[in-house]
């Protein structure tokens, strides 16, 4: 379950982190940094202190950093699913 919440987490985080940024293409205007990407962060270094309390030190910063270039990778390709931005 722990494994899931922090997956979860760490999804919302970059979608968080993709969608302030002014090169996404998801939306039709980016969203605001300010309470945003800072959020994003927060929630980046939680997943990471979560992931450190269920696997050993190395273990956690592999599969945290392995995540999210999976998940930074993978999120531009989402506007391709669509014709148009949303509004």
Do not use: D, H
Not at 4 to 32: C, D, F, H, V, W
Not at 44 to 69: D, E, H, M, P, V
């Amino acid at each position: 379950m722990w494994y899931a919440a922090l997956t979860l987490t760490m999804l919302a985080a970059t979608l968080l982190l993709y969608l302030s940024s002014k090169q996404q293409a998801l939306l039709r205007e980016s969203l605001p940094i300010a309470p945003y990407r800072y959020l994003s962060y927060v929630l980046l270094l939680a997943a990471l202190a979560g992931w450190n309390l269920l696997l050993s030190t190395a273990a956690a910063c592999f599969l945290w950093l392995l995540l999210l270039g999976s998940l930074l990778g993978w999120l531009p390709f989402l506007s391709l699913l669509r014709g148009s931005p949303l509004k």
